[in-house]
């Protein structure tokens, strides 16, 4: 199957420091790259869509200037939280699409990336 | 309105019995796709199966298949024989469009719980 990876898998940091979380396709192109953040017992919200090369797509209500997104190559995507705060502690997780790699155009889900801030 | 909707927080399923998850959905783009995602406590999304709007078919894959009643707009997710390892969070999503670049929305989720 295809494989997405996110570093760091957990990440502690002080309020007020900026955090940026790594999404890499390893074994594909990812034409495509979402974000999505899921608070405790809650379920996924997307946060932005990024095509490589391009600005990202942020969803209504997300911050573009505190939540940076940059897909600087076809493999990797980052999530930079700026000057973060202890509301922006939650579970982020990436997916990355590509076509022909499998017949449902699913997108391929990263382990996700836990932030804590304190 | 909401575009997907799983009414059930959480079930509980005695081990080896079959068990089914609501998911009613909400659109008017006649090109759609709806997943389902098991996530278990270690928080990696799963993909379990997939059904296409256009799909004449239930899907099924292993264990796990899909009761889609497109008139009513529902896509329940039927597992069978549940076991202990299929306790988790199932989340089921819905593409508007069949792209690749078509961003998934996501219901609330099921706990689900296998009691030995």
């Known amino acids: 199957g295809a494989v997405v990876s996110q570093h760091p898998s957990w990440v502690i940091c002080k309020s007020g420091t900026s955090v940026k979380i790594e999404c890499r396709s390893l074994d594909f192109q990812a034409t495509t790259m979402f974000w999505y953040r899921q608070f405790p017992k809650q379920s996924l919200m997307l946060m932005a869509t990024s095509n490589e090369g391009s600005k990202a797509t942020y969803e209504q209500g997300v911050e573009k200037d505190k939540f940076l997104i940059n897909h600087a190559s076809l493999t990797l995507s980052t999530l930079t939280v700026t000057s973060a705060h202890p509301e922006d502690s939650s579970f982020y997780i990436c997916?990355?699409?590509?076509?022909?790699?499998?017949?449902?155009?699913?997108?391929?889900f990263g382990p996700g990336t836990r932030l804590t801030v304190l | 309105a909401q575009k997907i909707t799983q009414t059930q927080p959480g079930m509980f399923v005695q081990e080896k019995e079959a068990v089914t998850l609501d998911c009613t959905y909400d659109?008017?783009?006649?090109?759609?796709?709806l997943f389902w995602y098991k996530q278990p406590s270690s928080g990696e999304m799963i993909f379990l199966i997939y059904?296409?709007?256009?799909?004449?078919q239930n899907a099924t894959e292993g264990r796990y298949s899909l009761n889609f009643q497109k008139a009513r707009k529902s896509a329940n997710l039927v597992i069978s024989a549940s076991q202990l390892g299929d306790s988790a969070m199932y989340f089921c999503?819905?593409?508007?469009?069949?792209?690749?670049?078509?961003?998934?929305?996501f219901g609330t989720g099921t706990r689900l719980t296998i009691i030995p």
């Open positions: 997916s990355a699409g590509t076509s022909g790699r499998s017949a449902y155009n699913e997108q391929f």
């Open positions: 659109t008017s783009d006649p090109s759609y796709g």
């Open positions: 999503a819905m593409r508007e469009g069949l792209g690749i670049n078509e961003k998934l929305t």
């Open positions: 059904q296409g709007s256009y799909d004449q």
